[in-house]
């Protein structure tokens, strides 16, 4: 009998997700009976949010607790990750960067007057950037990673992400004092004394609510009903797009089309042309809030409160299909080629998203579904039940060999220069 084919093929990945009945998991409890708010896998590692003001460092393969980072004075509303440095943002106003090989808190940020609510780190890459005189190049950008945060407080900031080793800032005492500055109104004195400070993105009239970030592009989408696109490096607002008709809660970027997406209250996903400022595509069928949105080379993935997931072309804005068996709003999503994950009122479902069938429940008979990520064998979910927080952990992978899957999290993810 000849061996199976390698992990890298779609069609075993695909069989492995959609026909082991049997994965391996673990569950263990997190953040007691907390809300998770955030999740991401990086590196090995399972990293949670939560509004008790802490972040877990868990093991991926063990679900051991490798760290419990608990500096933040408020609810942890935002992270991301990058090699072995975290950022978060908190109901606090400050921004955080934390070593995840020690646990230990290395910057503290202030200048945010409210709520940093979303956070990004942005990696150097190869795009195309257009001169004033048309002409197109291939350039670098951003030239090292940046940090951008979104704030209740109706900006942005743009900062450096500071390189491992770099001496420490705003740590050892110096919270209490940052955080005397900003609630006596004077954030600017904050920023004007910190190396790592580049921009203050004002314009929008309300909270920052989402943000995506990619080469020198950023775009926000706000409560004041705009979506602005931003140039990172010159700080400078390129377009203001005006269509929604209540607040926008997500956005999402694809540099090579050229495109941005927004989902707001009012219903809609609007999908905007980054060259020309205009609205390409307004998508209608949700029925209510457009709380979330996953787009990939091939399919945009809207998420409602309508308790329905909506799968479009992000080219043509066709709708492909209308995933709908969950009884509550979609609380979280993520999506990939071949499939979907989603939760809701106590259930979390698998979707085949070529042809919008229902694989299988992964989770049922829960309160709900606070957050789900996948990456490679991978697949987490924080949920909650019986007023506990729990973390459940599947490993799709059937054999020894399939360990080898690409983008697992032990992979060459986040190769850039620092």
């Keep these: 009998m000849s061996p199976d084919p390698l992990p890298s093929s779609p069609d075993l990945l695909r069989s492995r997700w959609f026909h082991n009945q049997n994965p391996r998991r673990i569950t263990f409890n997190a953040h007691d009976r ?5 999740l991401i896998l990086s590196h090995g ?6 509004d008790d003001r802490s972040i877990h460092v868990h093991s991926l393969a063990s679900g051991a607790l490798l760290h419990s ?10 992270i991301a990750a990058t090699r072995d440095t975290l950022v978060s943002g908190s109901t606090d106003c400050t921004v955080r960067v934390w070593d995840l090989s020690t646990g230990r808190c290395t910057h503290v940020f202030g200048g945010h007057t409210s709520t940093v609510r979303c956070v990004a780190i942005v990696k150097p890459e190869m795009i195309d950037v257009e001169s004033a005189d048309g002409v197109i190049a291939c350039e670098k950008w951003p030239k090292r990673p940046l940090i951008v945060t979104g704030s209740r407080d109706h900006t942005l900031r743009v900062w450096t992400l500071p390189r491992p080793g770099d001496d420490e800032y705003g740590t050892d005492g110096d919270e209490a004092r940052l955080a005397i500055r900003i609630l006596s109104g004077s954030p600017q004195e904050v920023v004007d004394n910190n190396p790592y400070h580049m921009h203050h993105l004002e314009g929008h009239d309300n909270a920052v609510r989402a943000l995506a970030a990619r080469g020198r592009t950023l775009v926000s989408g706000s409560y004041d009903f705009t979506v602005r696109i931003w140039d990172i490096i010159t700080g400078t607002c390129k377009w203001t797009l005006v269509g929604h008709t209540q607040k926008v809660y997500s956005v999402v970027l694809d540099i090579n089309r050229n495109l941005a997406c927004s989902g707001s209250m009012d219903g809609t996903v609007r999908v905007w042309n980054l060259h020309t400022g205009q609205c390409q595509h307004t998508l209608i069928g949700h029925t209510s809030l457009v709380g979330l949105l996953g787009l990939s080379p091939s399919y945009l993935v809207s998420a409602a409160a309508d308790s329905t997931l909506r799968v479009w072309d992000p080219d043509t804005g066709e709708h492909h299909h209308t995933l709908a ?13 071949f499939k979907v994950l989603s939760g809701s009122d106590g259930t979390l479902k698998m979707w085949d998203i070529r042809d ?22 991978w697949c987490v979910a924080a949920s909650s039940n019986n007023d506990t927080t729990m973390l459940d952990v599947w490993d799709f992978a059937q054999e020894e060999s399939d360990g080898a899957w690409p983008d697992s999290p032990d992979s060459s993810e986040d190769e850039f220069e620092l």
């Design 325 to 337: 068996a969950h009884n509550g709003a979609i609380t979280c999503f993520q999506h990939d080629e």
């Design 69 to 78: 980072l608990e500096e933040h004075g408020g609810g942890v509303w935002s």
């Design 34 to 38: 907390a809300v998770v708010t955030c």
């Design 45 to 50: 590692r399972i990293i949670t949010a939560s």
């Design 356 to 377: 919008g069938t229902q694989v299988r429940d992964l989770l049922t008979g829960i309160v709900g579904v606070w957050q789900v990520a996948f990456k490679g064998r």
